[in-house]
């Protein structure tokens, strides 16, 4: 379970800030608002947000979105498998709400330094929640073509109540686009 | 259960039924084997090439020339009912070497055979497309036929068979059985690099999966741009039952029903060779019209086990079934190192299948590069 309550750093709530403005961009466009940004070195280098409902695409996630932004840039100046391994490496990920486990187990594929979260996600979250996927990395690998994954340090708890407040005023308005649900949405209230 | 592959096309016997002809199996095969290949490579195959292929692969097919009226094409889908149940198998593709596209197509498919005829005698009401005669190939070269003849119904197997049909069973001494009807699935040889990788940069994180799930998403936008369809609701998306009856020819544009089913990738992520399929039946509906096909949303298939990133993403995208081949020790996320299916937080889950490949493919790390068996089963 990642950790919470530590003391939260000024540079984490202002990048946190920048994630929710994200997660607020992607309320206005009707997606459900979760919002992420990529720092390295102390500067945003990418950000994301949810476009799930504009692309159909129930995998466009905030952090698959910020994540393509970043290999687009990095594969146009021609960097190598490695070289990409290594930038991630220095990358840390804030985001509204905790990772899914697709995006989790995306994120260790890429060895992500550190990532920060908001509010948990109890249904199908991978760093803590449902499974953590950030504390196993896999040993065994590159035989047959099975990815690596590193560990990563994970921390939720920052700004949590913003990013749910805006979760639960998506929710309120009603998302047209959500499957007919197998049980009520009560786990927002 | 059984799975049966590639239910998109059939040829149709235009003869006389007689009582003969319900058990009377003829193969055709060289239509089927043409149609595959369009499917999976695109509708501007030379088709001349193709056929030189299937003859060489192919014993002559006697009965095509004894019927040469044979060439008219009927689409079929595939379609879930409660009630019904029938046979169904699977059989896999392989293309390696054959002009012009680097493939060989080197099995040959399922027969179609006298649905026509069966359908005046014992008809089926609103199942008029099934497939009704199979013929599955066993160990040791026999061919096993099955004709489906009636619903079952939930007390017994012979409960509320109608009396003509019992009497068939006891002219021609037919042994019978339940089956379950399932929808069409179909599997594609990955292997192969050097198809059509090259405009795509690697990424990463771009499983066949994934990728898979974008062009879905894309051709849905492109399919339905004012619907509001998407993948979600495809999932719950029923065609009401009509009354459209076999009576009704509909000639299938070969190159639609290339590019309908199959959007077929290679996993252009580092270093992993997956191929998969997505079918989506509401497109099936779309190209077939009303009452041929029933729908149940996407699946797909692989040849390997997922790893969380996509066996996730495949969640979110509501993805009714998964077939897969191999597992994964490693990373596999259905069954090997986590089961993502079985994970009850999850607000959808889906059915995941494990396709049995015979011994020799197994040792062979490239498996299906080199496999020319052609017979496959689902394990439950």
């Known amino acids: ?19 929710l403005n994200q997660a607020k961009l992607a309320l206005d466009s009707f997606e459900v608002p979760v919002g992420c940004v990529i720092v390295s070195e102390g500067k945003i280098i990418a950000s994301g947000r949810n476009r799930t409902t504009e692309s159909r695409n129930a995998t466009r996630h905030a952090e698959m979105e910020a994540i393509d932004v970043l290999l687009e840039q990095w594969q146009k100046i021609g960097l190598s498998k490695v070289e990409v391994a290594e930038k991630f490496s220095n990358c840390i990920l804030y985001v509204t709400c905790e990772p899914c486990i ?13 990532v920060y979260y908001g509010c948990a996600n109890d249904k199908f979250g991978g760093c803590g929640s449902i499974l953590s996927l950030h504390s196993s990395s896999s040993e065994q690998s590159n035989s047959s ?24 005023t998506f929710y309120e308005q009603g998302n047209p686009n959500a499957p007919k649900p197998h049980r009520p949405p009560t786990w927002l209230a | 259960m059984y799975i049966e592959a590639l239910q998109t096309k059939k040829d149709v016997v235009k003869k006389q039924p007689t009582k003969d002809n319900v058990i009377l199996i003829r193969p055709y095969s060289r239509s089927r084997l043409l149609a595959t290949h369009e499917l999976l490579h695109g509708g501007d195959t030379d088709i001349g090439s193709v056929e030189a292929k299937a003859r060489s692969v192919e014993r002559p097919i006697s009965a095509r020339e ?9 689409g079929r889908g595939g379609r879930v009912s409660e009630e019904i149940r029938i046979r169904i198998r699977i059989r896999i593709l392989n293309h390696r070497n054959c002009a012009p596209c680097g493939c060989q197509l080197a099995h ?8 026509n005829a069966l359908n005046k005698i014992v008809p089926l009401e609103n199942l008029g497309y099934v497939k009704r005669v199979r013929k599955k190939c066993q160990d040791g070269g026999k061919n096993e036929l099955s004709v489906m003849l009636c619903l079952a119904s939930e007390q017994g197997e012979l409960d509320g068979v109608p009396n003509d049909v019992l009497e068939l069973f006891k002219e021609y001494q037919l042994s019978t059985f339940v089956a379950k009807l399932v929808n069409a699935a179909l599997i594609v040889d990955p292997s192969i690099k050097q198809i059509p990788t090259s405009s795509i940069s690697l990424h990463p994180l771009r499983h066949a999966a994934m990728v898979a799930i974008g062009h879905s998403a894309a051709r849905d936008r492109l399919l339905y741009p004012d619907s509001g369809h998407s993948g979600a609701e495809m999932v719950d998306y029923m065609v009401p039952t009509s ?50 096909v029933k729908i149940s949303g996407l699946q797909r298939i692989s040849t390997k086990s ?30 090997s190192v986590h089961r993502l299916e079985g994970e009850r937080s999850l607000n959808h889950r889906y059915a995941v299948f494990r396709v049995l490949l015979p011994e020799e493919m197994h040792k062979d790390e490239t498996l299906i590069q080199s496999s020319t068996s052609e017979n496959f089963r689902i394990k439950i």
């Open chain 2, 243 to 292: 009354t459209g009856l076999p009576s009704k020819r509909q000639k299938i544009n070969l190159t639609q029903v290339a590019y309908f089913a199959c959007l077929w990738f290679l996993d252009c992520s580092w270093d992993v060779p997956t191929a998969l399929v997505f079918i989506d039946y509401y497109y099936l509906k779309y190209v077939f019209g009303k009452g041929e």
């Open chain 1, 102 to 114: 697709m995006c989790a187990s995306a994120l260790s594929i890429l060895g992500i330094k550190e």
């Open chain 2, 306 to 335: 997922l790893m969380q990133e996509c066996a996730m993403g495949l969640v979110h995208q509501r993805v009714k079934r998964i077939f897969y081949a191999l597992p994964n020790p490693n990373a596999g996320a259905l069954g």
């Open chain 2, 108 to 115: 040959a498919y399922r027969k179609y055979h006298n649905t």
């Open chain 1, 1 to 19: 379970m990642a950790s919470y309550g530590q003391e939260t750093a000024p540079d984490t709530i202002a990048f946190m800030n920048f994630a």
């Open chain 1, 145 to 168: 073509g099975d990815h690596s994954r590193k560990s990563f340090k994970c921390q939720g708890g920052i700004m949590a109540s913003d990013a749910i407040s805006l979760l639960r």
């Open chain 2, 66 to 74: 004894q019927n040469p009226n044979d060439d008219d094409e009927e």
